[in-house]
């Protein structure tokens, strides 16, 4: 399909894009299960998966609205169950200052999110999943977040 | 130049029915560095995996996407199939378009297009990948075993069969957990002690196994094959090593209000017991809550009475340091509250007992002597009314969602053996479903009806109250669609097990991950049954989720089959995700040091070239031994010098890029 007919295409019907970064020990195997039971949620929200959250560098949020993502969402385990102890804490407090910063630059505080979500919670894994994506509508189209470096 | 190959696979109707897997192909095959795409049926089959090889000799391909289900589920399937054709296996890149695509979204083109993404997303990952090689480490041969009920005792057994060395620790003064209570078992009607004791006995005097009763796990560090534990031993107050089990300090000890646990505190003990006649091991330990001499400083009597001297009021907790290569969790289980339930008056009438208590109640070394006696009154009780479900099935919030499995047999069992001992006491049960799937269960329930003639009441109760010195329960039969109002003497809660509440702090000690119920989550529940996701830890018993005896035997010799299939190994491959940092770029502030939760990182004074110029660098270290790949320190670098291997900055960003193109 030539580009020009595709953003058209895009136009006429807008979808979100949706990162959701999911840890490997939790919320990754919360939405496997999810999947195995069979637990509908909108195909716009598509996983990256991460040994924990706390792998999630603050560069690869900032990257996903650079080129032009919607939504992004962090799941990781439970506070005080994370795989290696500790990350999670990490992940909590290192969102709550980016996610401030996002929106004081323009990204909204529904477009990001953290949710922990343990492997035997396929249900909480969907329904998070829905209530983020309808949130998402609601807000509409983001604005790409711009990087000054490389002005063209 | 890289050489990429993409195989769909269509998981029969699985993935195909909902993702247009032509398409994927064809989407693949226009990929850049993408040399080769094909879809296949079964991809994880022999031949499945075949075409994977052919395709890697053939096509001489640097890296393979699989587009299929789960990585928990196949990653390694696939990546010894690459290995087996001579790619590296961590040039292997799974994008699960089942688990995350074709299952949960029903319109074809919807599921086409996310497959789609997925699979681009994997390729611009494994574009970035770099061959991994595995390290090495060593395996401490001791096994640890938490829970000293049949599970765990069973479980210790087994390994110890085989050769190893393994503790069992209890936080109890004695192993046979909920076991050891009972009186008799379903479907055989044996003696619970008859066939528990003998195996305590085993425990105790097998060489290969080691108890600690009264001790608790205080923390867990280390990984699978190389876990350190520290386990605090409680201050008995008695010499574990000098006390005899001869009980003189028991009949002389003035304080005789603390409740008798093991009798489910239906009668009163001395504050110094031993918890039952058949307890391993057979020694006395004080409740510093009911003893005189500990709380006021005067009395010191069973020290008086004591003729081995193993009284000692200054014992302290001790904490012992051991080593492991596998830890089983086998936490067991607690029957709920009762008292929460007002609607049958469990808290106001002492002649509504739990399921556990009439277990008590009707055992020989019970308070009663083996005599069913009215609780109240000590009087023969005419009629006994059980409710069955108390707290099972419960969605209301009160109660456990789940079926607690173990009721309705044991019910079936105290219905007959009251009948068959007191034939002139009337018993009703009161339930939503009679459920006895297992071998002789239903043949057994059926005798209760048919031989021991219990009345069997579809239908739930409502109320229970007293009334003229005689319960009276409330209820409905289903059947008959009628309400029923039954006169009755006494009442049997079934009420619904969960989780000891250690489990949960067991679990996150061990990073093992917990259900909502906090039942301990299986790695795969169908097979991987009784291990943890994390690597070294396994599962006996009811702490995985509710199982009547046998099948808790047979889950702890599983168990232990599975330690035993670590223990046999010298070495165990470590994960090659690790971190690594770049020596030219860190600037050793010690950031990355302070959030590792392993202490992996380390610094050393090195001589860098950085450029041509040559000088002396403080610059950080990774023991790769050590490392476990969460990435923490990837993250606090402020100079960027740390990366994860095979989640690296590059790789998570190339797969955010595909994503949101």
Redo the contacts between chains.
């Keep these: 399909m030539p580009i020009n007919e595709a953003n058209q295409e895009i136009k006429k019907e807008w979808k979100p894009k949706i990162v959701a970064f999911c840890c490997n020990w939790c919320s990754y195997a919360g939405a496997d299960l999810a999947g195995s039971s069979r637990l509908v949620y909108p195909a716009d929200v598509k996983i990256i998966r991460v040994p924990c959250s706390c792998r999630v560098n603050p560069m690869f949020i900032l990257r996903a609205f650079e080129k032009g993502a919607d939504g992004v969402i962090l799941c990781g385990c439970h506070p005080g169950d994370c795989h290696y102890s500790t990350g999670n804490y990490y992940t909590r407090r290192r969102m709550t200052l980016l996610f401030s910063m996002l929106d004081y630059i323009g990204v909204e505080k529904g477009r990001t999110r953290v949710e922990w979500v343990s492997a035997a919670e396929g249900v909480k894994f969907s329904t998070v999943m829905n209530n983020f994506v309808s949130k998402i509508y609601e807000l509409g189209e983001n604005v790409k977040v711009g990087d000054l470096r490389c002005k063209e | 130049m890289q050489r990429i190959g993409v195989f769909v696979c269509w998981c029969g109707s699985n993935i195909a029915a909902t993702v247009d897997v032509d398409r994927v192909v064809a989407e693949a095959k226009v990929q850049p560095n993408v040399v080769f795409a094909q879809d296949y049926q079964y991809m994880c089959s022999e031949a499945g995996q075949g075409i994977i090889r052919n395709a890697i000799a053939e096509h001489k391909l640097t890296g393979v996407v699989v587009c299929s289900c789960?990585?928990?589920?196949h990653e390694n399937t696939f990546r010894k199939a690459a290995e087996r054709a001579g790619l590296n296996p961590y040039m292997v890149e799974i994008a699960?378009i089942?688990?995350?695509?074709s299952?949960?979204?029903?319109?074809k083109e919807?599921?086409t297009?996310?497959a789609c993404?997925?699979m681009r997303?994997a390729v611009a990952k494994v574009l970035l990948n770099s061959p991994l090689k595995a390290g090495e480490s060593k395996v401490t041969k001791r096994a640890l075993v938490i829970g000293g009920g049949i599970a765990g005792i069973q479980t210790a057994l087994d390994i110890a069969d085989a050769g190893f060395e393994v503790d069992i620790v209890e936080k109890r003064a004695t192993i046979g957990g909920r076991m050891a209570q009972l009186d008799k078992t379903f479907p055989t009607l044996d003696c619970s002690a008859c066939i528990l004791t003998p195996k305590m006995v085993e425990a105790a005097a097998n060489e290969k196994v080691k108890l600690y009763t009264y001790s608790e796990v205080e923390s867990v560090g280390g990984f699978v094959g190389n876990f350190h534990v520290k386990i605090r031993k409680k201050a008995r107050y008695v010499k574990d090593d000098i006390c005899t089990g001869c009980g003189a300090c028991m009949a002389k000890c003035p304080s005789k209000k603390g409740l008798n646990e093991f009798n489910m505190n239906l009668n009163n003990r001395p504050a110094i017991y031993i918890p039952f006649a058949q307890a391993i091991p057979n020694v006395a330990v004080i409740d510093p809550e009911q003893c005189v001499k500990l709380k006021t400083g005067k009395c010191g009597l069973c020290e008086k009475v004591c003729t081995a001297g193993a009284i000692d009021y200054t014992q302290k907790d001790e904490i012992i340091e051991e080593e492991y290569g596998a830890i089983v969790m086998a936490t067991g289980f607690q029957p709920i509250d009762a008292s929460k339930f007002d609607e049958y008056s469990y808290s106001t009438c002492p002649d509504v007992v739990t399921s556990l208590e009439l277990e008590r109640l009707m055992n020989a070394a019970g308070p009663t002597g083996g005599v069913l006696l009215k609780p109240s009154d000590k009087t023969h009780p005419k009629s006994i009314t059980f409710i069955q479900c108390v707290g099972s099935r419960d969605v209301s919030g009160r109660g456990k969602c789940y079926c607690s499995k173990i009721c309705c047999m044991y019910t079936a069992k105290h219905a007959m053996l009251i009948r068959d001992k007191y034939p002139d006491v009337e018993v009703h049960v009161f339930y939503i479903d009679v459920r006895t799937p297992g071998k002789n269960f239903d043949e057994f329930y059926r005798r209760a009806v048919e031989q021991y003639d219990v009345d069997y009441i579809k239908g739930q109760v409502g109320k229970v109250y007293e009334e003229d010195g005689h319960l009276v329960v409330q209820g409905v039969d289903l059947i008959a669609n009628e309400q029923i109002i039954l006169n009755t003497d006494m009442v049997v809660l079934a009420t619904a097990i969960e989780p000891d509440p250690t489990a949960r702090k067991v679990?996150?000690m061990l990073?093992a991950?917990?259900?909502?119920n906090d039942f301990i989550?299986e790695a795969h529940p169908k097979l991987r049954p009784v291990e943890s996701?994390?690597a070294g830890i396994f599962l006996s018993g009811v702490c995985q989720g509710p199982k009547d005896i046998p099948e808790t035997v047979s889950q702890a010799g599983a168990a232990a089959a599975k330690v035993i299939g670590l223990l046999a190994k010298d070495k165990l491959l470590t994960n090659p995700?690790v971190s690594h940092s770049n020596e030219l770029l860190c600037n050793g502030c010690s950031c990355c040091e302070k959030?590792c939760?392993y202490g992996a990182i380390s610094y050393e004074d090195k001589l860098i070239n950085d450029h041509g110029v040559r000088e002396t660098r403080r610059v950080c270290v990774v023991n790769e031994a050590l490392c476990?790949?969460?990435?923490?320190c990837?993250?606090?670098c402020p100079s960027g010098a740390m990366d994860?291997k095979g989640?690296s900055?590059k790789q998570?960003?190339a797969?955010?890029?595909a994503?949101?193109?």
């Design positions: 789960s990585p928990r589920m699960n089942r688990e995350h695509c299952w949960i979204h029903k319109d919807e599921g297009e996310k993404v997925l997303a679990a996150s990073t991950s917990i259900d909502t989550t996701p994390t995700c959030v939760p476990q790949g969460c990435g923490a990837t993250v606090v994860l989640f900055n998570i960003m797969e955010v890029d994503i949101c193109r």
